[in-house]
Nanobody, 120 residues
């Protein structure tokens, strides 16, 4: 199973970016999917989570600005980021809990990360 994240880049404060993460490989079902981020010198932080049914949760610092979504038919996860702030600068990672077969265990897989830089 591979996760490929894309969509990062350089944007000015108050701008927007949309991150994508495509899962491929031996996939029976994808359960929860998440976006994390890690800023320089800081620990990795859970930004947003979405269940297979579409329920979402966000860290307080991004509520009202970021929207997590997924397309189950395409095994793709998204993060729409609006009203970006300089403190959102980080490497963003996607993660997915994947079952490879019916009634099999769920394993966590990670994407390679995509850099988001917000300038003032």
């Amino acid at each position: 199973v591979q996760l490929q994240a894309s969509g990062g880049g350089l944007v000015q404060a108050r701008g927007s970016l949309r991150l994508s993460c495509v899962a491929s490989g031996n996939i029976f079902r994808i359960n929860a999917m998440e976006w994390y981020r890690q800023a320089p010198g800081k620990q990795r932080e859970l930004v947003a989570t979405i269940t297979s049914g579409g329920s979402t949760n966000y860290v307080d610092s991004v509520k009202g600005r970021f929207t997590i979504s997924r397309d189950n038919a395409k095994n793709t996860l998204y993060l729409q980021m609006n009203s970006l702030k300089t403190e959102d600068t980080a490497v963003y990672y996607c993660s997915a809990d994947v079952q490879k077969y019916l009634r099999g265990p769920s394993w966590a897989y990670w994407g390679q990360g995509t850099q988001v830089t917000v300038s003032s």
